[in-house]
């Protein structure tokens, strides 16, 4: 099992578990959050790709889509006997809207943060990872316009690497 299947797992597992709330883009219309590994494409995440083929361009708004990327930081890889031996650092970052007033993108993103957390705490395992129950949710003070960002970080347990044959 390698570190991007990790990162597939749960992107789709992300996905899955956000797909009844109550999300929106820049613009106010009902939208589902979108992962990507390790980094996101900016051109997709502004709506440019959709604007650019919509007719009168100019007059639209530049709408803003949520997402979330599954970044891996660090990968350790110890001897067997040692407890978790192979284990990988992930911070899951969440980039909500928030372009009213109200700041309900803040409650937006704690909502989504709880849900994965909850997913975790209740069953830590994922396919054949398994993620330690300690976790810690940060909230960025300074939000870049049009988004409100959180992150998750999460320790995950690697089933052990098979050597086979090399020719």
């Given amino acids: 099992m390698t570190i991007n299947e990790l990162q597939d797992h749960l992107i789709k597992e992300i996905e899955n578990l956000?797909?009844?709330m109550y999300i929106t883009d820049s613009q106010g219309e009902l939208t589902g959050l979108t992962g990507y590994?390790?980094?996101?494409d900016n051109l997709a995440l502004s709506g440019k790709e959709?604007?650019?083929?919509?007719a009168g361009m100019d007059q639209q708004e530049e709408k803003y889509l949520p997402y979330f990327v599954v970044r891996v930081d660090k990968v350790e890889y110890r001897k067997k006997e040692?407890?978790?031996?192979?284990q990988a650092h992930i911070f899951v970052e969440v980039s909500i809207c928030d372009s009213?007033?109200?700041?309900?993108g803040f409650y937006t993103l704690a909502a989504v943060l709880e849900k994965v957390i909850g997913r975790f705490q209740t069953d830590t395992l994922l396919g054949?990872?398994?993620c330690e129950r300690g976790m810690a949710a940060i909230f960025h003070k300074e939000n870049e316009f049009s988004y409100c960002r959180g992150e998750l970080e999460m320790f995950w347990n690697l089933p052990d690497i098979g050597i086979g044959d090399v020719s």
């Fill in 82 to 86: 040692a407890e978790n031996a192979n």
């Fill in 50 to 54: 959709a604007a650019d083929t919509q």
């Fill in 100 to 104: 009213d007033a109200e700041s309900k």
């Fill in 18 to 20: 956000t797909r009844d």
């Fill in 37 to 40: 590994a390790q980094s996101a």
């Fill in 128 to 130: 054949p990872f398994w």
